[in-house]
């Protein structure tokens, strides 16, 4: 016997399948759907939606940007420069201070 489901109750059980942790498959052989169906109505959804794609955050990182410099000493002259300074440049920065 064919079900017929509302595009809220699709977009309520799409959502359920993101947030369940299975497969598309596995959560379909669960809740007894079709996969084609269940494929045809998230597309359509989808591009009734602008194509909006949920996220989930499954870790929380913490980015720490350091601030690698080289430091040339000559005498009493220190020059600084950043850790992405080509290796050219710094070659004949080299050349003319030594």
Do not use: H
Not at 10 to 39: A, H, K, R
Not at 45 to 54: C, E, K, P, Q
Request: aromatic share 8%.
């Amino acid at each position: 016997m064919r079900i017929s489901r509302s595009q809220e109750q699709w977009q309520s059980i799409i959502e359920d399948q993101q947030t369940s942790g299975l497969t598309i498959l596995d959560y379909c052989q669960q809740q007894q759907l079709s996969t084609s169906s269940f494929y045809a109505f998230r597309k359509k959804i989808s591009l009734s939606s602008g194509n909006f794609v949920r996220a989930k955050v499954t870790q929380q990182v913490e980015i720490i940007e350091e601030k690698n410099f080289i430091t040339v000493t000559v005498g009493k002259a220190n020059v600084s420069l950043p850790a992405s300074t080509s290796v050219t440049y710094l070659s004949l920065l080299l050349r003319e201070i030594i």
